[in-house]
């Protein structure tokens, strides 16, 4: 039981995390109909920028911070400079122009930080286990990061529902056209909303780092995850992201524990072993093709 | 801006590129750097594979970002039947071939029910399926990947194992697939694809069952791409992971935009720029992929056509096409 | 529309005619017969640089101390960087052996890759000498003339883990492991040597992360042990979440030497207190070679070195003493490869032979991990597991 | 006269829309039928019912005798049941020769060869350029259709579906947008096809459809209300009332 409750909690962490790129990703692919295969290197970007502010002043609050407002701005840049020209390009282009930005911002920061891995380490008051029940320990970093994904979904969702910007970002993923027409400044709310993603992933990538590793190449791993999750919940859709990115969390993280166990109870030991952990790591992409195959909008779409 | 179904192959260009490639081995040879024998098999057996990647993205208007699945299939296949004992080529290559049309033929018909950006999506994720399938696959080497012993037996006498004999034979079935593949895109078929690829709703209206010539398509190309795996992997002495991961879909994409999509020869020169470029920059740097990253960029950005295109472009009365 | 074709013809041949401008300066070089070219293929950049990076700078630093000579023969290394990929590593070596034509092949780190590069080597008839990476492919039946390792058989230091388990009385115990096959193989040495109850068996994907699912059922199986061969990064990663998870409270980590090497140590911090591993050379082993290596390493490069940056320093020792013993002539194989066979060197674990495998017969020792007396984390050598231990394979090796 | 078309209880819901209602109707060989009604009426659902772009919720389709219900288009195209487009559907980057190259070829049987080019089948470009001149467009075979003039470009409309060598044509507002020279010109073009195929006439243009069909039938609210001949027709008071008046009024 309570291997259930903590592999659940370990699946919403990653979930949680996910959902902070899958936000960005899916607003950006919404709205701007746009494939940009350079949102993970922002994740990475935002990474580094933490390690690096942390390292030369020691505040994980600061390097946080750093981090965000930092990658926000490169994010607004990168869009001015270049993703802005891709937005009426079919979506071939989009995805190697945005390959092409993944190749640069990885070698990029093999050249600053050179190839080898840099490992963070949590605030050390968070680097132990809290235990949630008697005898249940669970790390107090990883709760940290569950409530930090929390807030976020909670904010992004009062900021979409409630706010002005909100509404007109909420048009634009349902009807393109409409939200042109509305106008007022279609080009800033662009930005804008690019910006944001950029912070989203700087955050994923500054809560992240001190738990996995910072390292060139770490965005494309979760970057195609990422692509799953929108996919799965339904492209533009902000609820679908944290539907399908929780989906996903979830599904691999115990998929991976339990299919396993499970086949193991069915099978020969050797012939379970191997197809196990086979099974277990392609189920999300099983899952995103049968959501393709039978609800192709996604399960939260957000065009009508 | 018009264009042109038509897509000749001058035998102009052809015979003579194709004497250039024949004498190759002689010339690099003679100055004492077989390297280059190596080199050259490898752009060939790319040269290939993009030009099929190029036959569904160019000519059929299907953005697959998950060619490497059947490129990793093939590999596979020649390292799966060479571990069991099946060394001869005659056996592996077709079968490797078969089992790559079948992949393709299953993965297409689902995936070929979805359009555009779902297009893209779908075949992602079914290249990721068949990646983390063999990776897990430890029997088979799984992240290791699988080596082969030895490269696949011809027939007595003729041993791949020497670098110029595997590249005549390299040569053979690339230039014999670009030839086919420059009857295909003329052919009633080709020109069928390229109507699907400028206005899908209006082929099917015409009476084209656009669906089967699309799933056609999808499995001549994934076929395709299996016999270049079957290559590759002798090249390589090696079936590895890698080649089936998306990056691997992504170079190919690249491939085909650098040499320019939907032109006859975008494949062709595509493979040969690109692994120039790296074996080129990588000589004098171990970032070459930033040169390689702001290359393409530009080319999206200001030459979306490729590098096919300038070549017409250069030309007097030079012609859309 | 004739002019046309021309330019797109000279449009064609463009790959060709760059392709010879690419060879025809490397057609101008003269082969000098007065030195050696070291092929160094390994591991430089990815979240497992730091092995390939540590055996370099063994291997440089015993250059240097020869004055930039190996065996007497100005040396040159020649560098890749496979990034842990088995197809980069391929055709990096095709480019060593048919462009750089290296003398010999060093340096590789993962399994994965040596099995991939290592049939191209051979076929060449060019040493590998492995500083790291032995794999059974290459101890057992499928030993080869052409191959030497300095470091110990792939299974070799698990075997030591697992005799370690057993005298300690960890009856019940959790092994980790990625899901390739040096995976399954290490666990199987492991088990060779251990004698209780093995009571899962959890296999990750090589390269992962995160191990809060494995963390999870570890606590739940409630061992007294968790073994991990988790190499690079993954150790790393590992050790951490398990401490932040509480499992250090309730279970002993015990890992091979290079998941508690000065690396890890540096990178993980005090959580790594305690931890015992196994390995056939720790830095305060005491003779005269390994005091020099050890000074010299931390003058040099402003740390302590780990277990393969000796493994590196043995690999240009091996090369130097055999290159002198055939005076240079390193084109004669024969005369090189029984140079080499007998290992004329001052290895820094002390006595060093070669199995008839060519994998070392030697000591495997156990150390622990502890905060020495300038209160820096470091490794402490405690004893000796397996003494004069060669290896599972050997047996069935009938070099040629 | 045989019957060539009968729909039977086509019904298509969109949501809780309901798009048509029940739509039963005949069409008899060789006549031309034409289907008019108001804004939102269904009528572009109901051509998209019959040519198999939408399947519907319920009803049946029989073509020449045989049920279409269930077939795709490709297939009803080939029995000879074919549309033309309400929004230009052509093929804009390709020549015009090139647009009726496609559709002629479409009618020459199965496209899975492989070797022959089709620059080589003679029979083809032949057959491609009576298809335009018969539509008035031959002068213009080697511009690119995205650059002709808006008359020309529903003109190639209706070459590319003739080409099909249709039983029934289904024309999806054929003078949407055009200038009343250009309207001239369709009306004079349909009129002449009028002889040699059955045509469905999917029309806004009161004059034009009163001009050309032989029978027209209205529908109002995803329901046929009434069918008759154009006579009939224009003296029907539930007609009239469906129209307000206006539309119908101006056009007697």
Known sequence: ?304 | MGVQLDHPLHAAVALPLLAALIVFPFVVLAIDEPFYVVLASRILIFALVATSLNLLVGFGGMVSFGHAAFLGAGAYVVAILMQHGVASAWIAWPAAVAVAALAALAIGAVCLRTRGVYFIMITLAFAQMVYFVFVSLKAYGGDDGLSLASRSVVAPGIDLNSDTLFYYVVLAFASTGFFLFARLVNSRFGRVLQGIRENETRMEALGYAVHRYKLGAFVLAGATAGLGGALLVNQNELASPGTLSWTQSGMLLTMVILGGVGYLWGGVMGAAALLLMEELLAAYTIHWQLGLGLVLLAVVLFAPNGLATLARAAGPGGRDG | MHRHMIRLALTLTFPLALTLALALPGAARVHAAERIRIGFLSTLSGPSAALGLDIRDGFALAMQQNGGKLGGLPAELVLGDDQQNADTGKQLVERLLKKERVDLVTGIVFTNVMLAVAPAVFEAQTFLISANSTPLQYSGEGCNPFFFSTSWQNDAVHEAAGRFASDKGYDRLVLIAPNYPAGKDAMNGFKRFFKGAVIDEIYTRLGQLDYAAELAQVRAAKPKAVYIFLPGGMGVNFIKQYHAAGLNRSTVLVGPGFSADEDVIKAVGEPMIGMFNTAQWAHDLDNAQNRRFVADFRRQYGRTPTMYASQGYDAALLIDGAVREVKGRIEDKAALRRALEAANFESVRGEFRFNVNHVPIQHYYLRQVVKGADGTLTNRLVSTVLAAHGDAYATACRMR | MAELLRLRGLIKRFGGLVATDGVDLTVQEGEVHALIGPNGAGKTTLVHLISGALRGNAGSVFFAGEELTHAPVHERVRRGLVRSYQVTSIFTRLSALDNALLAVQAAAGSSMRFWTPVRTERAFTRDARALLMRVGLLDRAEVVAGTLAHGEQRKLEVALALAARPRLLLLDEPLAGLGPEESLHMVELIGGLAGEVTIVLVEHDMDAVFKLAHRISVLVSGRIVATGAPDEIRSDARVRQAYLGDELGSAA
């Open chain 1, 1 to 304: 039981m309570i291997l259930f409750l903590e592999q659940g909690l370990n699946g919403l962490q990653f979930g949680l995390m996910l959902f902070l790129l899958a936000a960005g990703l899916t607003l950006v692919f919404g709205i701007m109909d746009m494939i940009n295969l350079a949102h993970g290197s922002l994740y990475m970007i935002g990474a580094y920028l933490a390690a690096l502010i942390l390292g030369s002043t020691g505040s994980f609050l600061l390097a946080v911070a750093g981090s965000l407002a930092g990658t926000a701005v490169l994010g607004m840049l990168l869009e001015i400079s270049v993703l802005r020209r891709l937005y009426s390009r079919d979506h071939l282009s989009q995805v190697l122009a945005t390959f092409a930005l993944l190749l640069i911002a990885n070698e990029s920061m093999r050249i600053l930080f050179g190839s080898q891995a840099l490992t963070l380490n949590p605030p050390a008051v968070l680097s132990g286990p809290v235990e949630l029940a008697p005898g249940f320990f669970y790390p107090a970093y990883r709760l940290l990061i569950i409530g930090v994904g929390l807030a976020v979904a909670l904010l992004l969702y009062l900021l979409v529902s409630r706010t002005r910007i909100g509404m007109l970002v909420r048009a634009g993923a349902s009807n393109r056209e409409m939200a042109l027409a509305m106008g007022v400044n279609v080009r800033a709310l662009f930005t804008a909303v690019f910006g944001f993603g950029a912070a989203l992933c700087a955050l994923a990538g500054a809560m992240l780092g001190p738990l996995l590793a910072v390292e060139v190449g770490m965005g494309e791993g979760i970057l195609i995850l990422a692509f799953v999750v929108i996919v799965i919940g339904g492209i533009g859709s902000i609820r679908g992201a944290l539907a399908g990115a929780v989906i996903v969390g979830v599904v691999d993280t115990l998929g991976r524990t339990l299919l396993p166990m499970s086949l193991r109870t069915v099978l020969p030991p050797t012939v379970a072993g191997n197809l196990g952990p086979s099974l277990a790591s392609i189920l999300i992409y099983v899952l995103m093709a049968a959501v393709l195959f039978w609800r192709p909008q996604g399960l939260f779409p957000a065009r009508g």
